[in-house]
């Protein structure tokens, strides 16, 4: 299946991280394999209608990243994933975003337990397993 990045135009996140934030949850949940071609520059940005150094920009993070490589004739692929955030950085990033939902939930009258129960629905729904602890 080819790698489908779609945009919002007039929201907080700039084009260049949706397009990464997309690629890592195509690669996370499965809908993206490991040496699937990735769209060239010109042509995501010609699909997507944005200026090329956009997508370069994008591009260039998921290389550091180590999620795309760059393959002699071949363009852009996936790569394997790997694991390259500690655990502790992995729950500085994540922390807050729990912090906000969980604010929210409990705004709108729901519980821990129904909080937990859609969260686990979410997951599941992008493609990941529950913990055998869950």
Same mark, same amino acid.
């Given at each position: 299946?080819?790698?489908?990045?779609? =945009?919002?135009?007039?929201?907080?996140? *700039?084009? #260049?991280?949706?397009?990464?934030?997309?690629?890592?949850? !195509? !690669?996370?949940?499965?809908?993206? +394999?490991?040496?699937?071609?990735?769209? %060239?520059?010109?042509?995501?940005?010609?699909?997507?209608?944005?200026? *090329?150094?956009?997508?370069? +920009?994008? #591009?260039?993070? &998921?290389?550091?990243?180590?999620? =795309?490589? $760059?393959?002699?004739?071949?363009?852009?692929?996936?790569?394997?994933?790997?694991?390259? &955030?500690?655990? $502790?950085?992995?729950?500085?990033?994540?922390?807050?975003?729990? $912090?906000? &939902?969980?604010?929210?939930?409990?705004? &709108?009258?729901?519980?821990?337990?129904?909080? %937990?129960?859609?969260? +686990?629905?979410?997951?599941?729904?992008?493609?990941?397993?529950? $913990? +055998?602890?869950?």
């Amino acid at each position: 299946m080819a790698l489908r990045i779609k =945009i919002q135009t007039g929201c907080d996140t *700039p084009i #260049y991280r949706q397009i990464v934030d997309q690629v890592h949850l !195509a !690669a996370a949940t499965g809908t993206a +394999k490991p040496g699937e071609a990735v769209p %060239s520059i010109r042509g995501l940005a010609e699909q997507l209608v944005v200026n *090329p150094n956009t997508v370069a +920009k994008a #591009y260039a993070e &998921l290389r550091n990243e180590g999620l =795309i490589e $760059s393959q002699q004739g071949r363009g852009m692929t996936l790569c394997d994933r790997r694991e390259v &955030l500690t655990d $502790s950085e992995r729950m500085r990033r994540v922390r807050p975003l729990l $912090s906000d &939902l969980a604010k929210q939930a409990v705004m &709108l009258g729901f519980n821990a337990q129904e909080l %937990s129960r859609m969260l +686990k629905d979410e997951c599941k729904a992008l493609g990941q397993r529950p $913990s +055998k602890g869950a």
